[in-house]
């Protein structure tokens, strides 16, 4: 049965029967909730920080303890060896992207590493030389497409091709994404943009997208920050040369922490391909020789520079577990039925407050819903805050709301509608 086939009902009541009929209901007894006056909050920013699962402390406690005690030694004489810790994250999340795992690793961080790709996949010539994004793509893309475009000696505005929506319309058309690909034809060099939107949670319909780009001889890369432990990914599948995503908004392993790469089992082994390397990155049978020639592994750990930051990897692993054990098929199950009811509360209290928001996500959607505000400003925001609602606000009037399958509940969603609806009506 369809999500949306079911009858659903904005009562209290009708929320808990679905709880209770949840399977990924004990996994909300993971998590660490923060709390506003005492109480849980009703968590709506899985896309923007995960919550702590509460094993992760575990994972990083090893590692203080082997530190502790073992000091060097515990590079090759740990529980889980700390000179090849980062190699256990590949075949888990090879399962979340859709990847073999040797296409995977895990290193530095999300724009460092799309402008490490960039080394190896944009590599601008007389004739082939333009960047298709997404226009308004997340600000830290824009940056790095900019400064990656100067450093080559080009002009960001001549070079720089941004897809735009249709006048009126708040998403984009995959059909205007594919005719602005065949456009630009032998001049377009990249095809980079964001899998799911960070605004309008829009999921771009990758797999096209992707054929389209190769068929125009472009590289296709995709920025998955959004996207990853929140859609159906199989990035094998469809031929993308690369993908990178950050590991601290669903899959909860964060602040800031490392970041996961996805390059095509055609680019491994080879010599040819440029790239910026470092110790980790050469084959780790002679690593320790210190020989001067770099032998690339012959995965993705190729890209890797530095000695892993195990401290970091730690929560990242222990998040892996996680996905490992619910698998990608039951998350993305839940999310569309917890997307679905959420979307049926907005409707309901929008029919009680005579109509005031519009849900600008459309149906090609992961866990978000992003929802425009008529005539509400930042006083809604303050009060959704105080009144225990963690949701995201952004200019002029859009809140984004969040609910990650893993932990939030069905009468979360009843609730926040409850919360929502006094505050509309807290001035008439
Ligand atoms: C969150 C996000 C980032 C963040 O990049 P960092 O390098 O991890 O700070 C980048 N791109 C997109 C699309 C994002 O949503």
């Known amino acids: ?3 949306t086939d079911i009858n659903f009902e904005n009562s209290l009541s009708f929320a808990r029967q679905l709880d209770a009929a949840d399977p990924l209901r004990a996994y909300r007894e993971e998590f660490y909730f923060p709390k506003v006056q005492d109480k849980q909050v009703i968590y709506f920013t899985g896309n923007s920080l995960g919550l702590q699962p509460k094993r992760t402390q575990q994972f990083v406690d090893d590692i203080m303890q082997d530190w502790r005690e073992l000091a060097v030694e515990g590079h090759f004489y740990s529980n889980k060896p700390w000179w090849d810790y980062h190699e256990r994250l590949a075949q888990p999340l090879a399962k979340v992207v859709g990847a073999q795992a040797r296409e995977i690793t895990v290193m530095n961080t999300l724009t460092v590493n799309l402008h490490l790709l960039m080394v190896s996949f944009y590599r601008p010539d007389q004739k082939r030389y333009k960047i298709l994004c997404e226009e308004k793509a997340f600000p830290s893309d824009q940056y790095m497409f900019q400064s990656q475009l100067r450093f080559h000696g080009l002009d960001p505005d001549e070079a720089l091709v941004e897809v735009k929506k249709r006048e009126g319309e708040h998403y984009w058309r995959t059909e205007d994404v594919i005719s602005k ?35 125009a001889g472009a590289f296709v890369g995709w920025d998955l920050a959004h996207a990853v432990g929140n ?113 049926y509360i907005l409707h309901e209290i929008d029919k009680q407050v005579a109509s005031r928001f519009e849900i600008i996500t ?52 009843f609730q926040f509608g409850q919360i929502l609806k006094a505050g509309i009506e807290r001035n008439s």
Request: hydrophobic share 40%; charged share 25%.
């Open 1 to 3: 049965m369809n999500a």
């Open 181 to 215: 690909i065949e456009e630009l034809g032998d001049s377009l060099a990249l095809v980079l943009i964001g899998g799911v939107n960070y605004y309008n949670g829009q999921v771009f319909e990758m797999e096209a997208i992707t054929a389209a780009g190769k068929k």
């Open 231 to 343: 859609v159906d990914l199989r990035l094998h599948d469809w031929g993308a040369d690369f993908a990178s995503w950050c590991s601290y908004k669903y899959m909860n392993s964060g602040p800031g922490n490392a970041s996961g790469i996805y390059v095509n089992e055609q680019y491994l082994d080879r010599k040819d391909i440029p790239r910026f390397e470092g110790w980790w990155g050469t084959k780790k049978e002679s690593r320790f020789l210190m020989k001067p020639t770099f032998e690339p592994m012959a995965t993705a750990d190729a890209w890797q520079i530095s000695n892993a930051p195990v401290l970091a990897l730690a929560p990242y692993l222990a998040s892996l577990e996680i996905f490992e054990e619910v698998g990608m098929k039951a998350i993305i199950e839940k999310r569309n039925k917890i997307v679905a009811y959420l979307e």
């Open 362 to 413: 459309p149906e090609a959607r992961g866990c978000q819903l992003s929802v425009f505000l008529h005539g509400e400003g930042r006083p809604l925001f303050d009060y959704l805050m105080k009144a225990g609602v963690i949701v995201d606000w952004r200019e002029p009037n859009v809140i984004r709301l969040a609910p990650a399958p893993l932990y939030c509940s069905y009468e979360d969603m």
